[in-house]
């Protein structure tokens, strides 16, 4: 860093990786195989994307920083990585590997990013198969959480619509420079086979987002703004919801019925 006259970004929220055994594990527990195609976002100084290249994986990094960018091409430029300077929420990931071609998001993601970059994931034709990341420990609860949790929300059922969310393990402040102030956690996610079409997720994520608006009110007057009382009411009563009931009461799963109920009453379908 003192080489690059570079100072760690708080606004970036760059906390670097820099335990070689916690990163060797990470590696481990991907399995990864010479005919994976991996994205990495935030390689920051390569900690990780050392280790993704040796497995054979066609690899792509995306470095924000402009003169992280510039280091890692010079350091990895033997290797076969493909960088791409610019900002990940930005960038237009399908075309990277092709908009129907299967991929793996395996990352340490910057702090200040990470919740807009696997909400963003969400939308894609093809999402990942697979997500592999490391998160502030406060947005690895919110993408875990049920009903009973505090943490739960709108992000929390959208992501849980398409995909099953395992916490792997928590990773101390210590294994950062500089140290962060939190901890953070490794979290597995794996695609649903049952996930949603992308017109029914749609629909999904307008109906949380509405409902979880005000979240300690009940969330028939927020989403009946969107859909209508009488479609609402029709749609809560089929599927024997309270309409009375506050969003954060309501499990994920039921959630998708909400939405699906919707989509029939408004679209026909």
Same mark, same amino acid.
Not at 95 to 117: E, H, K, M, Q
């Given at each position: ?36 195609? @991996?994205?990495?976002?935030?390689? *920051? ?6 280790? +993704? ?30 960088? @791409? ?153 089929? +599927?024997?919801?309270?309409?009375? @009931? ?17 989509? *029939? ?5």
């Amino acid at each position: 860093m003192e080489e690059l006259g570079i100072a760690p970004s708080k606004k970036l929220g760059q906390n670097f990786l820099v335990d070689a055994n916690f990163t060797e594990s990470i590696i481990r527990g991907a399995k990864i195989t010479p005919e994976d195609k @991996i994205l990495e976002i935030g390689p *920051g100084f390569g900690a990780l994307t050392e280790h +993704l290249v040796k497995t054979g994986a066609m690899v792509t990094a995306i470095e924000f920083d402009r003169k992280l960018a510039a280091w890692l091409r010079e350091r990895f430029k033997n290797d076969p990585l493909t960088l @791409i300077e610019g900002d990940a929420c930005k960038v237009d990931i399908p075309s990277i590997y092709g908009i129907d071609t299967p991929f793996r998001l395996i990352s340490n993601l910057p702090y200040s990013a990470g919740t807009v970059i696997v909400a963003n994931m969400l939308s894609l034709k093809t999402p990942p198969t697979e997500m592999l990341v490391m998160l502030q420990k406060e947005v690895g609860l919110r993408l875990a959480a049920s009903e009973k949790d505090e943490e739960y929300g709108s992000l929390s059922i959208r992501v849980q619509s398409m995909y099953n969310v395992e916490t792997v393990r928590l990773a101390p402040p210590d294994l950062f420079f500089p140290k962060p102030e939190v901890d953070s956690v490794i979290l597995r996610l794996s695609l649903r086979a049952d996930r949603p079409e992308p017109a029914l997720f749609k629909t999904l994520s307008t109906l949380t987002k509405v409902s979880f608006a005000h979240r300690r009110k009940k969330m028939f007057k927020q989403a009946a703004s969107v859909y209508g009382s009488e479609n609402l009411l029709k749609a809560m009563t089929t +599927l024997g919801i309270d309409p009375d @009931i506050r969003a954060e009461k309501i499990s994920p799963e039921m959630f998708l019925k909400l939405a699906q109920e919707l989509n *029939g009453l408004i679209h026909g379908s």
